[in-house]
Each structure stands twice: as structure tokens, then as C-alpha cells.
Nanobody
Framework: QAQLVESGGGLVQPGESLTLSCVAS????????MGWFRRAPGQQRELVAR???????RYVDSVKGRFTISRDNAKNTVYLQMNSLKPEDTAVYYC???????????WGQGTQVTVSS
């Protein structure tokens, strides 16, 4: 049974928007910081946004002011609203517990975001 299912990626032009969704199992989602990560071609996976159960958020500098992370605790779902997309945002996007930026975790299949004219 899948524990993390990401969706919403696609091919967009620079300046356009996308909203990603991630449904997580209760075990993963409960009482924890959740995060959106991305891995660009040839790069390591990086944490770009995180949110705790109460809605406190933090972002990496490269996405501040453009990306918004949110969560629906009743649906075990975390979202990433991405505006003003740039070619350098092209990556496979994953969600997971924020702690997975520091420890080994299992991952979902991710969702591809491609920003290109």
C-alpha cells in the first residue's frame, strides 16, 4: 500500500503556476512536520518547504515569495502552490516528513515538474 502519493506536476511555461498535492498515510502525516522536496537532474534532493501541524511554514530562499505550502490535516494531504515558475524549478517533486532531509526514508514516486518555453 502506497504511503505517499504525489500528483499535480506537468509541463508549464516560465511564469505559470502549478499546484502539487500529496496524500500521505496516517503514520507519516500524524503529528509531524511535512515537507516538499525536489531533485533536479544531476542534483541531490533538497527540502524546499516545510509545514508543521499548526501551519507554521518555512521555505528555502530560492522559492520564498513564489511557493506556498499548506496542509489539510483531516485529509492527510499537503499541498504546494507554485507561482511564477522558473526553468530552474524543473525537478521531480516529492513530499515526506521533514526529518527525511536528515535521515533515510522511503519515498513515493514523485511528480515531474518541467518549466520550459
Amino acid at each position: 500500500q502506497a504511503q505517499l502519493v504525489e500528483s499535480g506536476g506537468g509541463l508549464v511555461q516560465p511564469g505559470e503556476s502549478l499546484t502539487l498535492s500529496c496524500v500521505a498515510s496516517e503514520t507519516i502525516f500524524k503529528d509531524t512536520y511535512m515537507g516538499w522536496f525536489r531533485r533536479a537532474p544531476g542534483q541531490q534532493r533538497e527540502l524546499v518547504a516545510r509545514i508543521n501541524r499548526g501551519g507554521y511554514t518555512r521555505y528555502v530562499d530560492s522559492v520564498k515569495g513564489r511557493f506556498t505550502i499548506s496542509r489539510d490535516n483531516a485529509k492527510n494531504t499537503v499541498y504546494l502552490q507554485m507561482n511564477s515558475l522558473k526553468p530552474e524549478d524543473t525537478a521531480v517533486y516529492y513530499c515526506n516528513q521533514e526529518v527525511c532531509s536528515r535521515v533515510s526514508c522511503g519515498w513515493g514516486q514523485g511528480t515531474q515538474v518541467t518549466v520550459s518555453s
